[in-house]
């Protein structure tokens, strides 16, 4: 049975912005709805890996060997920059035709399956935090663990998509003046590169 700790601790974690949120948000003021809901599924899908690492123990075998933390690391802040750079050489409104909205929408959720897929933070997020809501008389703390991730992956998904509806709203406003659009994407691709370099700046 789920616990009400756990669901408000949940819901403060998921409701915090980071590169996630970021990136759905940035996805539904210069894209759209359809932008913001599959940046929030690829997104939501990316925390899926480190879920399982730790649900399975793969994630304290992993943080053990120095040189994996730092390939994931490196790797993910060479894609936060990457992502920064490409966000500031842009300007103007991001454009898709009709016919390529599917394609357009599958590579924006591979994005972000990547923006947290190389993010090593979350394994050992999630490796500290799950097992706190493992009832001692569970039979199956494995069992437990993978409701307790499914319960954390449709919070995400949902609180995800609310994020980038809401910045729908402001899209209008944004859109219809150049020069506030390429304010906008600078800001956002200089908050990604500051991640980016926090994250290789990090030691653990």
């Not at 690829?42 to 390939?71: D, E, R």
């Not at 993910?76 to 394609?103: C, H, N, P, Q």
């Not at 009832?135 to 954390?152: D, G, H, N, T």
Request: proline share 3%.
């Amino acid at each position: 049975m789920l616990s009400t700790e756990f669901l408000l601790t949940s819901l403060v974690v998921v409701l915090a912005p980071g590169t996630g949120v970021i990136y759905t948000v940035t996805m539904g003021i210069l894209s759209g709805r359809k932008s913001s809901v599959a940046a929030a599924v690829g997104c939501t899908a990316g925390i899926v890996p480190h879920l399982l690492a730790a649900i399975f123990g793969l994630s304290a075998i992993m943080h053990m060997g120095s040189l994996a933390f730092q390939v994931i690391r490196w790797t993910g802040a060479i894609y936060l920059l990457y992502l920064a750079w490409s966000m500031w050489r842009e300007s103007g409104v991001l454009k898709f035709d009709a016919g390529d909205t599917k394609k357009s929408c599958r590579q924006i959720a591979v994005r972000g399956v990547l923006i947290n897929i190389f993010n090593p933070k979350l394994s050992i997020f999630f490796l500290a935090f799950l097992p706190l809501f493992v009832s001692p008389s569970e039979s199956s703390p494995v069992a437990q663990l993978l409701r307790l991730s499914a319960v954390f992956m449709g919070m995400t998904l949902i609180i995800f998509i609310l994020y980038g509806l809401s910045a729908t709203a402001v899209r209008n406003w944004v859109t219809h003046s150049p020069r506030r659009m390429v304010w906008l994407q600078r800001s956002i691709a200089a908050l990604f590169a500051a991640m980016g370099a926090k994250l290789a700046l990090s030691q653990n």
